[in-house]
């Protein structure tokens, strides 16, 4: 039990689908985090929300859409995804002001065929 | 742009070494650093953070040093075990810059054998 919970953890999907992931936290944190990582690249910030609004947007494209309906939830919209979107999207958690771990979940891994 | 790197993409020690993992910062104001783990098929885990008011924390088995004259962090970790195999991140914020999040290095592949 990591206090940070994504579904599904494996999805496959082919470039016309629409898709959503999700995450739930347990920890009473205030902020929430999407990153993105692929093969032999750092993690890649894509969206933050501190306190419900969306604060940072690391210009990610478009047919990634996230929502973030209250602190405890967080979603990340798929819609006409590139095979090159194939990775581990993980969502992580904070308080905020930052200055404190961040705890991530244990990802979604996302094929796009 | 600013990055979080790391030196050695790989690491092999025998089990009951040290191993000292590194990492360079190019953000002189970042103040605050963490050190994660991720093992196959979860999630970054948090093993040890360090404030730029510091240049050492211990923990269980671990330690973290921060020299800040070079951007220079580094991971040890005493008596190396099989489960320590993993790949270890660290990462750099500035604290109390709202909106800001973790920036991350590529990481260090740690693998050891018994």
């Known amino acids: 039990e990591t206090g940070v919970t994504q579904t599904p953890r494996h999805l496959v999907m082919g470039m016309t689908n629409k898709k959503s992931l999700k995450c739930e936290q347990h920890?009473?944190?205030?902020?929430m985090y999407w990153y993105k990582q692929s093969a032999k690249k750092p993690l890649e910030l894509m969206f933050v929300?501190?306190?419900?609004?969306?604060?940072e947007n690391n210009s990610v494209p478009s047919r990634f859409s996230p929502e973030c309906p209250n602190s405890s939830h967080l979603f990340l919209h798929l819609h006409t995804l590139q095979p090159e979107d194939s990775a581990l999207y993980l969502c992580a958690s904070s308080q905020v002001p930052p200055g404190s771990p961040l705890h991530f979940g244990n990802g979604t891994r996302l094929t796009v065929t | 742009g600013e990055s979080v790197g790391l030196h050695l993409p790989t690491l092999s020690v025998q089990e009951g070494d040290n191993s000292i993992i590194n990492c360079a910062y190019s953000n002189s104001a970042s103040d605050y650093f963490i050190w994660y783990k991720q093992e196959s098929g979860k999630g970054p885990q948090f093993i040890i953070d360090?404030?730029?008011?510091?240049d050492k924390r211990q923990g269980q088995r671990v330690t973290v040093l921060l020299n800040k004259t070079v951007k220079h962090l580094s991971l040890q970790i005493a008596a190396t075990q099989p489960g320590d195999s993993a790949v270890y991140f660290c990462a750099e914020i500035q604290a109390n810059q709202a909106g800001t999040a973790l920036i991350f290095g590529k990481g260090t592949t740690l693998s050891v054998s018994s």
């Open positions: 360090i404030r730029s008011n510091m």
């Open positions: 929300y501190s306190l419900e609004e969306r604060v």
């Open positions: 920890l009473g944190h205030n902020a």
